[in-house]
Protein backbone atom coordinates (compact mmCIF):
# COMPACT_ATOMS: atom_id res chain seq x y z
CA UNK A 1 0.00 0.00 0.00
CA UNK A 2 1.30 3.19 -1.04
CA UNK A 3 2.18 5.79 2.19
CA UNK A 4 1.48 9.14 0.33
CA UNK A 5 0.10 11.42 3.29
CA UNK A 6 1.92 14.68 4.12
CA UNK A 7 2.64 15.68 7.89
CA UNK A 8 -0.03 18.70 7.33
CA UNK A 9 -2.95 15.78 7.08
CA UNK A 10 -1.59 13.63 9.57
CA UNK A 11 -1.85 16.61 11.79
CA UNK A 12 -5.40 16.99 10.97
CA UNK A 13 -6.02 13.08 11.43
CA UNK A 14 -4.34 12.97 14.93
CA UNK A 15 -6.24 16.50 15.74
CA UNK A 16 -9.59 14.95 15.02
CA UNK A 17 -9.09 11.66 16.85
CA UNK A 18 -7.63 13.09 20.13
CA UNK A 19 -10.45 15.90 19.79
CA UNK A 20 -13.09 13.05 19.70
CA UNK A 21 -11.98 10.40 22.01
CA UNK A 22 -10.97 13.49 25.06
CA UNK A 23 -14.30 14.88 24.81
CA UNK A 24 -16.12 11.46 24.30
CA UNK A 25 -14.25 9.46 27.16
CA UNK A 26 -13.19 12.13 29.91
CA UNK A 27 -16.20 14.65 29.23
CA UNK A 28 -19.22 13.05 28.79
CA UNK A 29 -18.00 10.20 30.75
CA UNK A 30 -18.83 7.36 27.11
CA UNK A 31 -17.76 4.00 27.49
CA UNK A 32 -14.84 3.77 24.97
CA UNK A 33 -16.54 1.17 22.21
CA UNK A 34 -18.79 4.08 20.55
CA UNK A 35 -16.29 7.03 20.68
CA UNK A 36 -14.21 4.45 18.82
CA UNK A 37 -16.26 3.33 16.96
CA UNK A 38 -16.57 7.19 15.62
CA UNK A 39 -13.35 7.80 15.66
CA UNK A 40 -12.75 4.89 13.29
CA UNK A 41 -15.37 5.43 10.86
CA UNK A 42 -14.15 9.63 10.80
CA UNK A 43 -10.62 8.39 10.60
CA UNK A 44 -11.63 6.27 7.39
CA UNK A 45 -13.57 9.55 5.80
CA UNK A 46 -10.49 11.91 6.13
CA UNK A 47 -8.40 9.34 4.28
CA UNK A 48 -10.93 9.02 1.40
CA UNK A 49 -11.23 12.58 1.23
CA UNK A 50 -6.97 12.31 1.55
CA UNK A 51 -7.27 10.08 -1.64
CA UNK A 52 -7.20 6.61 -0.40
CA UNK A 53 -9.81 4.43 -2.18
CA UNK A 54 -11.93 2.36 -0.41
CA UNK A 55 -9.89 -0.81 -1.31
CA UNK A 56 -6.96 0.97 0.91
CA UNK A 57 -9.14 1.46 3.66
CA UNK A 58 -10.58 -2.18 3.80
CA UNK A 59 -6.82 -3.58 3.35
CA UNK A 60 -5.89 -1.32 6.09
CA UNK A 61 -8.67 -2.04 8.48
CA UNK A 62 -8.48 -5.87 7.54
CA UNK A 63 -4.64 -5.74 8.88
CA UNK A 64 -5.31 -4.01 11.62
CA UNK A 65 -7.81 -6.62 12.70
CA UNK A 66 -5.92 -9.59 11.86
CA UNK A 67 -3.22 -8.60 15.05
CA UNK A 68 -6.42 -8.46 17.46
CA UNK A 69 -6.74 -12.66 16.46
CA UNK A 70 -4.32 -13.54 19.16
CA UNK A 71 -5.53 -11.45 21.85
CA UNK A 72 -8.77 -12.30 21.20
CA UNK A 73 -7.87 -15.98 21.72
CA UNK A 74 -6.27 -15.74 24.61
CA UNK A 75 -9.09 -13.32 26.09
CA UNK A 76 -11.11 -16.14 25.70
CA UNK A 77 -9.23 -18.86 26.80
CA UNK A 78 -9.06 -16.59 30.18
CA UNK A 79 -12.58 -16.12 30.38
CA UNK A 80 -12.67 -20.17 30.16
CA UNK A 81 -10.52 -20.25 32.78
CA UNK A 82 -11.90 -18.01 35.32
CA UNK A 83 -14.74 -19.61 35.17
CA UNK A 84 -13.44 -23.41 35.28
CA UNK A 85 -11.32 -22.53 38.30
CA UNK A 86 -14.53 -21.10 40.13
CA UNK A 87 -15.90 -24.16 39.55
CA UNK A 88 -13.24 -26.52 40.17
CA UNK A 89 -12.67 -24.43 43.86
CA UNK A 90 -9.31 -23.34 42.94
CA UNK A 91 -10.29 -19.49 43.39
CA UNK A 92 -12.46 -20.33 46.36
CA UNK A 93 -9.23 -22.84 47.99
CA UNK A 94 -6.94 -19.72 47.59
CA UNK A 95 -9.21 -17.25 49.15
CA UNK A 96 -9.96 -19.65 52.06
CA UNK A 97 -5.88 -19.88 53.07
CA UNK A 98 -5.36 -16.50 51.60
CA UNK A 99 -7.93 -15.04 54.34
CA UNK A 100 -5.66 -16.57 57.34
CA UNK A 101 -2.12 -15.11 55.74
CA UNK A 102 -2.88 -11.79 54.20
CA UNK A 103 -2.35 -8.84 57.18
CA UNK A 104 -5.23 -6.56 55.79
CA UNK A 105 -3.05 -3.26 56.73
CA UNK A 106 -0.48 -4.69 54.53
CA UNK A 107 -2.48 -6.22 51.84
CA UNK A 108 -1.31 -3.85 49.06
CA UNK A 109 2.20 -4.37 49.72
CA UNK A 110 1.40 -7.99 50.18
CA UNK A 111 -0.18 -8.39 47.07
CA UNK A 112 2.27 -5.97 44.83
CA UNK A 113 4.92 -8.84 45.48
CA UNK A 114 3.02 -12.06 45.53
CA UNK A 115 1.79 -10.80 41.85
CA UNK A 116 5.57 -9.95 41.07
CA UNK A 117 7.00 -13.20 42.22
CA UNK A 118 4.10 -15.38 39.82
CA UNK A 119 4.27 -13.29 36.54
CA UNK A 120 8.26 -13.60 37.11
CA UNK A 121 7.78 -17.28 36.43
CA UNK A 122 4.75 -16.99 34.28
CA UNK A 123 6.00 -14.13 32.27
CA UNK A 124 2.10 -13.24 31.71
CA UNK A 125 0.54 -9.94 33.29
CA UNK A 126 -2.70 -12.09 31.54
CA UNK A 127 -2.23 -15.28 33.61
CA UNK A 128 -1.08 -13.35 36.22
CA UNK A 129 -3.49 -10.70 36.77
CA UNK A 130 -6.82 -13.69 35.35
CA UNK A 131 -5.79 -16.17 37.99
CA UNK A 132 -3.83 -15.00 41.39
CA UNK A 133 -4.87 -11.17 40.54
CA UNK A 134 -8.78 -12.40 40.25
CA UNK A 135 -8.33 -13.93 43.90
CA UNK A 136 -6.49 -11.12 45.47
CA UNK A 137 -9.21 -9.21 44.46
CA UNK A 138 -11.50 -11.07 46.25
CA UNK A 139 -10.00 -11.45 49.19
CA UNK A 140 -9.58 -7.68 48.81
CA UNK A 141 -13.77 -7.26 49.04
CA UNK A 142 -14.24 -9.70 51.78
CA UNK A 143 -11.82 -7.57 53.81
CA UNK A 144 -12.83 -4.16 53.03
CA UNK A 145 -10.58 -2.87 51.25
CA UNK A 146 -10.48 -0.65 48.31
CA UNK A 147 -11.09 -2.44 45.26
CA UNK A 148 -9.06 0.49 42.97
CA UNK A 149 -6.29 0.16 45.69
CA UNK A 150 -6.27 -3.65 45.58
CA UNK A 151 -6.13 -3.68 41.24
CA UNK A 152 -3.54 -0.85 41.68
CA UNK A 153 -0.75 -3.17 43.43
CA UNK A 154 -2.40 -6.65 41.50
CA UNK A 155 -1.48 -4.95 37.86
CA UNK A 156 1.88 -2.83 38.91
CA UNK A 157 2.74 -6.46 40.36
CA UNK A 158 1.89 -8.43 37.56
CA UNK A 159 3.36 -5.75 35.25
CA UNK A 160 6.53 -5.53 37.38
CA UNK A 161 7.13 -9.18 36.84
CA UNK A 162 6.07 -9.76 33.35
CA UNK A 163 8.38 -6.56 32.27
CA UNK A 164 11.59 -8.44 34.21
CA UNK A 165 10.58 -12.14 32.82
CA UNK A 166 12.60 -13.69 30.29
CA UNK A 167 9.97 -15.97 29.69
CA UNK A 168 7.47 -12.29 28.50
CA UNK A 169 6.90 -11.79 24.60
CA UNK A 170 7.29 -8.58 24.95
CA UNK A 171 10.44 -8.39 26.62
CA UNK A 172 12.05 -10.73 23.86
CA UNK A 173 10.16 -8.26 21.05
CA UNK A 174 11.57 -4.91 22.51
CA UNK A 175 14.96 -6.03 22.47
CA UNK A 176 14.35 -7.94 18.88
CA UNK A 177 13.16 -4.98 17.45
CA UNK A 178 16.44 -2.92 18.87
CA UNK A 179 18.57 -5.40 17.80
CA UNK A 180 20.05 -6.48 21.33
CA UNK A 181 20.37 -9.18 23.39
CA UNK A 182 17.78 -10.26 25.83
CA UNK A 183 20.07 -9.99 29.11
CA UNK A 184 21.68 -7.24 27.94
CA UNK A 185 17.42 -5.42 28.01
CA UNK A 186 16.96 -6.87 31.20
CA UNK A 187 19.67 -5.76 32.68
CA UNK A 188 19.75 -2.25 31.25
CA UNK A 189 15.64 -1.89 32.29
CA UNK A 190 16.80 -2.13 36.24
CA UNK A 191 18.34 1.52 36.13
CA UNK A 192 14.23 2.62 35.37
CA UNK A 193 12.59 -0.54 36.82
CA UNK A 194 13.99 -0.35 40.43
CA UNK A 195 13.49 3.14 41.18
CA UNK A 196 9.89 2.75 39.78
CA UNK A 197 9.29 -0.18 42.26
CA UNK A 198 10.76 1.30 45.35
CA UNK A 199 8.59 4.67 44.93
CA UNK A 200 5.51 2.14 44.05
CA UNK A 201 6.40 0.40 47.34
CA UNK A 202 6.86 3.03 49.29
CA UNK A 203 3.11 4.55 47.92
CA UNK A 204 1.51 1.19 49.20
CA UNK A 205 2.71 1.23 52.51
CA UNK A 206 1.48 4.73 52.93
CA UNK A 207 -1.63 4.44 51.05
CA UNK A 208 -3.97 4.65 53.99
CA UNK A 209 -5.80 1.90 54.85
CA UNK A 210 -10.02 1.72 55.05
CA UNK A 211 -11.28 2.30 58.89
CA UNK A 212 -13.93 0.28 57.86
CA UNK A 213 -11.92 -3.43 57.69
CA UNK A 214 -14.56 -5.59 57.94
CA UNK A 215 -13.15 -8.59 59.63
CA UNK A 216 -15.63 -9.97 61.65
CA UNK A 217 -17.06 -11.38 58.78
CA UNK A 218 -14.69 -13.27 57.70
CA UNK A 219 -15.84 -16.27 59.60
CA UNK A 220 -18.84 -16.22 57.94
CA UNK A 221 -17.27 -16.20 54.27
CA UNK A 222 -15.59 -19.02 55.44
CA UNK A 223 -18.24 -21.31 56.51
CA UNK A 224 -19.74 -20.38 53.20
CA UNK A 225 -17.14 -21.08 51.00
CA UNK A 226 -16.76 -24.65 53.12
CA UNK A 227 -20.28 -25.06 52.57
CA UNK A 228 -20.45 -24.34 48.35
CA UNK A 229 -16.58 -26.15 47.91
CA UNK A 230 -14.95 -28.51 48.81
CA UNK A 231 -11.52 -27.05 49.79
CA UNK A 232 -8.75 -28.95 49.30
CA UNK A 233 -5.26 -28.50 48.30
CA UNK A 234 -5.48 -30.53 45.13
CA UNK A 235 -7.40 -27.34 43.77
CA UNK A 236 -4.42 -25.51 43.34
CA UNK A 237 -2.51 -28.39 40.93
CA UNK A 238 -4.23 -26.29 38.03
CA UNK A 239 -2.63 -22.92 38.39
CA UNK A 240 0.52 -24.78 39.18
CA UNK A 241 0.14 -26.62 35.90
CA UNK A 242 0.08 -23.87 34.59
CA UNK A 243 3.46 -22.11 36.24
CA UNK A 244 4.99 -25.10 35.42
CA UNK A 245 4.51 -24.84 31.65
CA UNK A 246 4.90 -21.30 31.50
CA UNK A 247 8.39 -22.04 33.28
CA UNK A 248 8.96 -24.45 30.37
CA UNK A 249 8.23 -21.25 27.96
CA UNK A 250 5.31 -23.74 26.13
CA UNK A 251 2.95 -20.81 24.03
CA UNK A 252 0.10 -19.65 26.20
CA UNK A 253 -2.81 -20.68 23.72
CA UNK A 254 -1.25 -24.42 25.49
CA UNK A 255 -0.55 -23.23 28.78
CA UNK A 256 -4.55 -21.80 29.12
CA UNK A 257 -5.71 -25.17 27.33
CA UNK A 258 -3.82 -26.84 30.10
CA UNK A 259 -5.27 -24.93 33.13
CA UNK A 260 -8.80 -25.80 31.52
CA UNK A 261 -8.26 -29.23 31.14
CA UNK A 262 -6.66 -29.63 34.34
CA UNK A 263 -9.22 -28.05 35.98
CA UNK A 264 -12.19 -29.54 34.84
CA UNK A 265 -10.48 -33.14 35.95
CA UNK A 266 -10.45 -31.17 39.37
CA UNK A 267 -14.08 -30.11 39.42
CA UNK A 268 -14.64 -33.96 38.47
CA UNK A 269 -12.64 -35.70 41.04
CA UNK A 270 -12.64 -33.02 43.69
CA UNK A 271 -16.16 -31.02 43.45
CA UNK A 272 -17.84 -34.29 41.99
CA UNK A 273 -19.43 -32.33 39.43
CA UNK A 274 -18.58 -34.55 36.17
CA UNK A 275 -21.74 -33.50 34.02
CA UNK A 276 -20.37 -32.19 30.63
CA UNK A 277 -23.57 -30.25 29.80
CA UNK A 278 -22.69 -28.21 32.99
CA UNK A 279 -18.89 -27.82 31.97
CA UNK A 280 -20.27 -25.96 28.58
CA UNK A 281 -22.61 -24.15 30.37
CA UNK A 282 -20.34 -22.85 32.94
CA UNK A 283 -17.43 -22.03 30.61
CA UNK A 284 -19.98 -20.15 28.05
CA UNK A 285 -21.63 -18.37 30.86
CA UNK A 286 -19.81 -18.89 33.46
CA UNK A 287 -20.00 -19.65 36.93
CA UNK A 288 -23.29 -19.58 39.08
CA UNK A 289 -23.28 -20.61 42.45
CA UNK A 290 -26.23 -21.37 45.23
CA UNK A 291 -24.11 -19.92 48.18
CA UNK A 292 -26.10 -17.98 49.64
CA UNK A 293 -23.73 -15.18 50.88
CA UNK A 294 -23.71 -11.97 48.49
CA UNK A 295 -20.12 -11.63 49.28
CA UNK A 296 -19.04 -14.85 48.11
CA UNK A 297 -21.59 -15.17 45.13
CA UNK A 298 -20.36 -11.71 44.06
CA UNK A 299 -16.78 -12.91 43.75
CA UNK A 300 -16.94 -16.71 42.14
CA UNK A 301 -19.40 -15.97 40.01
CA UNK A 302 -18.00 -14.94 36.85
CA UNK A 303 -16.12 -15.82 34.35
CA UNK A 304 -17.03 -17.75 31.30
CA UNK A 305 -16.31 -16.72 26.91
CA UNK A 306 -19.54 -14.18 26.84
CA UNK A 307 -17.65 -11.97 30.05
CA UNK A 308 -14.37 -11.29 27.89
CA UNK A 309 -16.56 -10.20 24.80
CA UNK A 310 -16.71 -6.52 26.21
CA UNK A 311 -13.28 -6.48 25.68
CA UNK A 312 -13.12 -8.66 22.66
CA UNK A 313 -15.20 -6.16 20.97
CA UNK A 314 -13.55 -2.75 22.33
CA UNK A 315 -10.13 -4.70 20.75
CA UNK A 316 -11.28 -5.48 17.40
CA UNK A 317 -12.70 -1.56 17.26
CA UNK A 318 -9.28 -0.31 18.40
CA UNK A 319 -7.06 -2.29 16.35
CA UNK A 320 -9.29 -1.01 12.81
CA UNK A 321 -8.76 2.43 13.82
CA UNK A 322 -4.88 1.40 14.88
CA UNK A 323 -5.02 -0.25 11.25
CA UNK A 324 -5.67 2.57 9.45
CA UNK A 325 -3.43 4.95 11.08
CA UNK A 326 -0.10 2.58 10.08
CA UNK A 327 -0.77 0.87 7.09
CA UNK A 328 -2.37 4.36 5.89
CA UNK A 329 1.38 5.63 6.88
CA UNK A 330 -0.28 8.45 9.51
CA UNK A 331 2.19 7.74 11.94
CA UNK A 332 5.23 7.50 9.62
CA UNK A 333 4.22 10.68 8.07
CA UNK A 334 3.95 12.45 11.42
CA UNK A 335 6.68 11.26 13.03
CA UNK A 336 9.06 11.16 10.35
CA UNK A 337 8.69 14.82 10.17
CA UNK A 338 9.07 15.20 13.48
CA UNK A 339 12.58 14.12 14.14
CA UNK A 340 14.23 15.69 11.66
CA UNK A 341 14.63 18.93 13.90
CA UNK A 342 15.78 17.24 16.51
CA UNK A 343 19.57 17.90 17.76
CA UNK A 344 20.56 16.67 20.97
CA UNK A 345 20.33 12.93 21.70
CA UNK A 346 18.49 12.92 24.88
CA UNK A 347 15.40 14.73 22.59
CA UNK A 348 15.89 11.38 20.59
CA UNK A 349 14.72 9.49 23.51
CA UNK A 350 12.18 11.78 24.89
CA UNK A 351 10.39 11.94 21.41
CA UNK A 352 11.17 7.38 21.12
CA UNK A 353 9.14 7.37 24.15
CA UNK A 354 6.69 10.24 23.76
CA UNK A 355 6.09 8.03 19.80
CA UNK A 356 5.52 4.53 22.16
CA UNK A 357 2.83 6.82 24.13
CA UNK A 358 1.04 8.36 21.47
CA UNK A 359 0.88 4.79 18.93
CA UNK A 360 -0.26 3.42 22.43
CA UNK A 361 -3.03 6.34 22.91
CA UNK A 362 -3.84 5.97 18.77
CA UNK A 363 -3.60 2.18 18.44
CA UNK A 364 -4.08 0.82 21.55
CA UNK A 365 -1.80 -2.11 20.65
CA UNK A 366 1.46 -2.26 22.87
CA UNK A 367 3.41 -4.52 19.68
CA UNK A 368 2.88 -1.66 17.81
CA UNK A 369 3.93 0.70 20.28
CA UNK A 370 7.50 -0.91 20.68
CA UNK A 371 7.49 -2.02 16.33
CA UNK A 372 6.70 1.63 14.87
CA UNK A 373 8.81 3.56 17.22
CA UNK A 374 11.74 0.90 16.74
CA UNK A 375 12.01 0.78 13.18
CA UNK A 376 11.59 4.65 12.28
CA UNK A 377 14.18 5.43 15.35
CA UNK A 378 16.94 3.07 15.25
CA UNK A 379 18.89 3.67 12.18
CA UNK A 380 18.77 7.63 13.99
CA UNK A 381 19.90 5.84 16.90
CA UNK A 382 22.95 4.36 15.26
CA UNK A 383 23.76 7.03 13.68
CA UNK A 384 24.42 9.45 16.97
CA UNK A 385 25.88 6.80 19.04
CA UNK A 386 23.36 5.99 21.13
CA UNK A 387 23.21 2.77 22.56
CA UNK A 388 20.52 0.20 21.38
CA UNK A 389 20.09 -1.17 24.73
CA UNK A 390 18.31 2.31 25.56
CA UNK A 391 16.24 2.00 22.71
CA UNK A 392 14.59 -0.85 23.83
CA UNK A 393 14.62 0.02 27.21
CA UNK A 394 12.56 3.23 26.08
CA UNK A 395 10.19 0.62 24.17
CA UNK A 396 9.38 -0.98 26.89
CA UNK A 397 9.01 1.55 29.23
CA UNK A 398 6.93 3.75 27.23
CA UNK A 399 4.71 0.88 24.96
CA UNK A 400 4.30 -1.98 27.39
CA UNK A 401 3.69 -0.45 30.64
CA UNK A 402 1.56 2.47 29.09
CA UNK A 403 -0.71 0.07 27.39
CA UNK A 404 -2.75 -0.43 30.36
CA UNK A 405 -3.13 2.63 31.18
CA UNK A 406 -5.47 3.27 27.95
CA UNK A 407 -9.11 2.50 28.51
CA UNK A 408 -9.35 1.04 24.78
CA UNK A 409 -5.78 -0.50 24.79
CA UNK A 410 -5.23 -4.11 24.80
CA UNK A 411 -3.90 -4.58 28.33
CA UNK A 412 -6.24 -1.75 29.39
CA UNK A 413 -9.55 -3.50 28.74
CA UNK A 414 -8.51 -7.03 29.85
CA UNK A 415 -7.25 -5.61 33.36
CA UNK A 416 -10.44 -3.94 33.66
CA UNK A 417 -13.08 -6.63 32.36
CA UNK A 418 -10.85 -9.18 35.07
CA UNK A 419 -10.91 -7.23 38.05
CA UNK A 420 -14.01 -5.53 37.63
CA UNK A 421 -12.60 -1.67 38.08
CA UNK A 422 -12.36 0.82 35.01
CA UNK A 423 -8.95 2.22 34.29
CA UNK A 424 -9.87 5.49 35.00
CA UNK A 425 -10.43 4.60 38.44
CA UNK A 426 -7.49 2.05 39.18
CA UNK A 427 -5.01 4.16 36.73
CA UNK A 428 -4.39 6.65 39.78
CA UNK A 429 -2.47 3.65 41.62
CA UNK A 430 -0.90 2.04 39.49
CA UNK A 431 2.10 4.07 40.10
CA UNK A 432 4.66 2.02 38.46
CA UNK A 433 3.44 1.94 35.27
CA UNK A 434 3.32 5.69 34.92
CA UNK A 435 6.65 6.33 37.31
CA UNK A 436 8.70 3.74 34.99
CA UNK A 437 8.36 6.30 31.63
CA UNK A 438 8.72 9.22 33.95
CA UNK A 439 11.85 7.76 35.43
CA UNK A 440 13.16 6.76 31.30
CA UNK A 441 12.74 10.60 30.53
CA UNK A 442 14.47 11.34 33.76
CA UNK A 443 17.86 9.81 32.29
CA UNK A 444 17.25 10.69 29.00
CA UNK A 445 17.11 15.13 30.52
CA UNK A 446 19.24 14.89 33.42
CA UNK A 447 22.92 15.09 33.14
CA UNK A 448 23.94 13.24 36.17
CA UNK A 449 21.49 10.26 35.19
CA UNK A 450 22.42 9.72 31.90
CA UNK A 451 25.45 7.68 32.55
CA UNK A 452 24.42 3.72 33.08
CA UNK A 453 26.48 1.29 34.92
CA UNK A 454 29.03 0.92 31.95
CA UNK A 455 29.97 4.81 31.76
CA UNK A 456 28.16 5.48 28.75
CA UNK A 457 25.76 8.29 28.21
CA UNK A 458 22.12 7.58 28.02
Request: charged fraction near 10%; charge should be positive; include cysteine.
Amino acid sequence: MERHLSFSKSIILFAFILALLFVSIFLLKAEPHLPLLATTVGTAALLRLFGFSWKQLESAIIQGIQTAIMPILILSLIGILIAVWMMSGTVPTFLYYGMDYIEPHYFAVSTLYVTIVVSMFTGSSFTTVSTVGVALMGIAVTTGISPTLAAGAVICGACFGDKMSPLSDTTNFAPAVAGISLFTHIGNMIYTTVPALVVTTVFFLLAPATNALDLSSLNQIKAALLDGFHIHWVTLMSPLAVIACSVKRMPILPTLIVGIVSGLIVTAFVQQQAAVDVWFSVMQSGYKSTVANETVASIVNRGGLQSMMWSVSLILIALSLGGLLQHCGVIEAFFRKVMQPLKRSSSVVVMTGASSIAVNGMTGEQYLSILLPGQMFKEEYTRRGIPAKTLSRTLEDCGTLVNPLIPWGVSGAFFASTLGVPVIEYAPYATFLWLSPLFTFAYALIPRLQRNSLGRKI
